[in-house]
C-alpha cells in the first residue's frame, strides 16, 4: 500500500486526529464533571469551584446512596430486568433472523414476512393501545410488563439478518450435507461465526435495557418495583430527596452534602455497568454494525 506523504495529507491527518481527539474529550468530560462534583463538598459545588477533580474531597454523598436500601432494591429489579430482556430480545432476534435470512426458494413466505416486521418498525400501535394489551395479559406491576412488550427488537432483527445474509452460502450447503438440520446448522455454523453481530445487539439490548424509565413509569402502580433509571428520575428530575434522610448520623452526613452532590453519585453509579461493559464489546461492535448494515 502506498502511503501519500504530501503537505496536503499531512495536515488533513492532524485534522482528524485533532477533531477526533476534541470531540473525545467532549464525550468524557461530562461524565469526569459529574464525578468530580459526587466527590467534592457541597460548598466547593456550590461556588463552582468543581471543574475536572474533586475539591475537599468526601465520599459522603456514595455512603448515603449506598446505604438506601430504594437504591439497592432498584439496581436489583434492573440487573433482573437486563438478564430476562437482553435473553429474551437475543433469542427471538436469532429465532426470527435465520429464517428471514433464507431466498424466497427456500422460505416462500420470506418476503412478505420481512415487509410485517419492517411495518412494525415504523408504525406503532401508540401508547394508550400498548397500556391496555399489557393490561389484558396481567402483567401490570411486575418485571414481565418491562419485559415482554419489547421483546422483538426489529432493528436488531433487521441487523443480525442482513449479517446471516453475508455469511458464506457453501458452508450451510456443506453442513446440510453431512446431515445436519436447520437448527444444528444455526447453532453449529451460523452463530460462531455471528459473534460480531451478536455482541452488538446484545450491547444495543443492554443498554437499551439498563436506560428505560418511561415504561415502568406507565406500567408499575407501586414505587418499590421501580428499575434504577425510573428510581433516579423520582430522585434527579422531581428532586425527591426525603427518601435519603432518616437517622441522626444520617442526617449529620447529610449536612455535609448537596442535592447536586447527591444526584451526581446516583447517575455516576447508573452509568457505571455500561462504562465497564462497553469497551470488552468495542472491537466487535464496528464489524457488527458494518457488517450487518449491508447485504452482499
Same mark, same amino acid.
Given at each position: 500500500?502506498?502511503?501519500?506523504?504530501?503537505?496536503?495529507?499531512?495536515?488533513?491527518? $492532524?485534522?482528524?486526529?485533532?477533531?477526533? $481527539?476534541?470531540?473525545?474529550?467532549?464525550?468524557?468530560?461530562?461524565?469526569?464533571?459529574?464525578?468530580?462534583?459526587?466527590?467534592?463538598?457541597?460548598?466547593?459545588?456550590?461556588?463552582?469551584?468543581?471543574?475536572?477533580?474533586?475539591?475537599?474531597?468526601?465520599?459522603? =454523598?456514595?455512603?448515603?446512596?449506598?446505604?438506601?436500601?430504594?437504591?439497592?432494591?432498584?439496581?436489583?429489579?434492573?440487573?433482573?430486568?437486563?438478564?430476562?430482556?437482553?435473553?429474551?430480545?437475543?433469542?427471538?432476534?436469532?429465532?426470527?433472523?435465520?429464517?428471514?435470512?433464507?431466498?424466497?426458494?427456500?422460505?416462500?413466505?420470506?418476503?412478505?414476512?420481512?415487509?410485517?416486521?419492517?411495518?412494525?418498525?415504523?408504525?406503532?400501535?401508540?401508547? $394508550?393501545?400498548?397500556?391496555?394489551?399489557?393490561?389484558?395479559?396481567?402483567?401490570?406491576?411486575?418485571?414481565?410488563?418491562?419485559?415482554?412488550?419489547?421483546?422483538?427488537?426489529?432493528?436488531?432483527?433487521?441487523?443480525?439478518?442482513?449479517?446471516?445474509?453475508?455469511?458464506?452460502?457453501?458452508?450451510?450447503?456443506?453442513?446440510?450435507?453431512?446431515?445436519?438440520?436447520?437448527?444444528?446448522?444455526?447453532?453449529?455454523? &451460523?452463530?460462531?461465526?455471528?459473534?460480531?453481530?451478536?455482541?452488538?445487539?446484545?450491547?444495543?439490548?443492554?443498554?437499551?435495557?439498563?436506560?428505560?424509565?418511561?415504561? =415502568?413509569?406507565?406500567?408499575?402502580?407501586?414505587?418499590?418495583?421501580?428499575?434504577?433509571?425510573? &428510581?433516579?428520575?423520582?430522585?434527579?428530575?422531581?428532586?425527591?430527596?426525603?427518601?435519603?434522610?432518616?437517622?441522626?448520623?444520617?442526617?449529620?452526613?447529610?449536612?455535609?452534602?448537596?442535592?447536586?452532590?447527591?444526584?451526581?453519585?446516583? $447517575?455516576?453509579?447508573? =452509568?457505571?455497568?455500561?462504562?465497564?461493559?462497553?469497551?470488552?464489546?468495542?472491537? &466487535?461492535?464496528?464489524?457488527?454494525?458494518?457488517?450487518?448494515?449491508?447485504?452482499?
Amino acid at each position: 500500500m502506498i502511503q501519500d506523504t504530501s503537505l496536503s495529507s499531512r495536515i488533513f491527518t $492532524i485534522w482528524n486526529y485533532a477533531f477526533l $481527539i476534541g470531540l473525545s474529550l467532549a464525550c468524557v468530560f461530562p461524565i469526569v464533571h459529574i464525578f468530580s462534583i459526587s466527590l467534592s463538598s457541597d460548598i466547593a459545588v456550590a461556588a463552582g469551584h468543581v471543574k475536572l477533580w474533586p475539591v475537599d474531597f468526601t465520599t459522603n =454523598a456514595y455512603r448515603i446512596v449506598l446505604g438506601k436500601v430504594e437504591f439497592l432494591r432498584a439496581i436489583g429489579i434492573t440487573m433482573q430486568r437486563v438478564l430476562l430482556g437482553v435473553t429474551l430480545n437475543m433469542l427471538m432476534a436469532i429465532l426470527m433472523a435465520y429464517p428471514l435470512s433464507k431466498e424466497s426458494k427456500v422460505f416462500p413466505m420470506r418476503t412478505l414476512y420481512a415487509w410485517i416486521v419492517v411495518i412494525t418498525m415504523l408504525f406503532h400501535g401508540g401508547l $394508550i393501545p400498548t397500556f391496555m394489551t399489557v393490561r389484558a395479559t396481567g402483567i401490570l406491576d411486575t418485571i414481565w410488563a418491562l419485559v415482554l412488550p419489547n421483546a422483538v427488537p426489529v432493528f436488531n432483527v433487521l441487523l443480525l439478518l442482513n449479517f446471516f445474509r453475508s455469511l458464506p452460502r457453501e458452508l450451510e450447503e456443506a453442513s446440510m450435507m453431512d446431515g445436519a438440520g436447520h437448527l444444528v446448522t444455526l447453532l453449529r455454523v &451460523y452463530l460462531p461465526l455471528s459473534l460480531p453481530a451478536l455482541a452488538t445487539i446484545g450491547l444495543f439490548s443492554t443498554v437499551g435495557h439498563w436506560n428505560a424509565w418511561f415504561d =415502568a413509569m406507565i406500567y408499575m402502580n407501586t414505587p418499590s418495583h421501580y428499575p434504577l433509571q425510573t &428510581y433516579l428520575r423520582t430522585i434527579v428530575i422531581d428532586l425527591d430527596l426525603t427518601s435519603l434522610t432518616g437517622t441522626g448520623d444520617t442526617l449529620k452526613e447529610y449536612d455535609k452534602i448537596s442535592a447536586r452532590t447527591v444526584r451526581a453519585a446516583q $447517575i455516576f453509579l447508573g =452509568a457505571l455497568p455500561i462504562l465497564m461493559i462497553y469497551p470488552f464489546l468495542q472491537r &466487535y461492535f464496528t464489524k457488527g454494525i458494518v457488517m450487518g448494515s449491508v447485504k452482499e
